[in-house]
């Protein structure tokens, strides 16, 4: 009688440790992360590039007349200033989201870490811009619901890659 070549060993001679276990149930939370992540980043890397054209604009772009200068010299300053925090702030954090969400894809164990670093990081200067714009920055106060809706991704990170088994997926 001729046995199955590939069928698991059996019987009483076999050892327990011979036996494979199943293996553990993999979470799908980092995949699905991970792909929101290179999209989040993308967009952001376009709204950087959107950024450094609208600094280059603003900065070196053609002077008007010297009548409408002044009144336009304090609009011109504002958008540097508003495009060099996109640019100092918003450029790293994109480039950062695009690494973590390859690890993610990958369940690379240091993208761990890194996901509850990037979405600490979001939240901190999330929290920042909002008591900025509550306490010194009146005009601002209409982006404060923006601010809101753009602190749910991080704390979502946060909140799934806190759980046993995604943990344990990326720990692999």
């Known amino acids: ?21 199943a293996p553990a149930r993999s979470s799908a939370v980092p995949l699905i992360f991970g792909v929101l992540s290179i999209t989040f980043s993308g967009v952001m890397l376009c709204f950087l590039l959107m950024g450094t054209g609208t600094y280059m604009l603003a900065r070196y772009g053609s002077r008007p007349p010297e009548t409408e200068a002044q009144g336009r010299e304090g609009v011109r300053t504002e958008v540097v200033i508003v495009t060099a925090y996109v640019l100092v702030v918003s450029g790293p954090m994109a480039a950062v989201l695009l690494a973590v969400g390859i690890g993610q894809v990958r369940h690379r164990r240091w993208a761990l870490g890194a ?8 939240l901190t200067l999330l929290g920042a811009h909002t008591l900025y714009a509550l306490l010194a920055a009146k005009d601002q106060r209409a982006l404060i619901p923006v601010s809101v809706f753009l602190a749910l991704y991080p704390l979502l990170q946060l909140l799934f890659f806190a759980r046993g088994q995604t943990v344990a997926a990326m720990r692999r």
């Open 1 to 21: 009688m001729d046995s199955n070549p590939y069928a698991p060993p059996a019987g009483d001679d076999v050892e327990p440790s011979a036996v494979e276990e």
């Open 115 to 122: 996901t509850r670093l990037w979405s600490g990081t979001g």
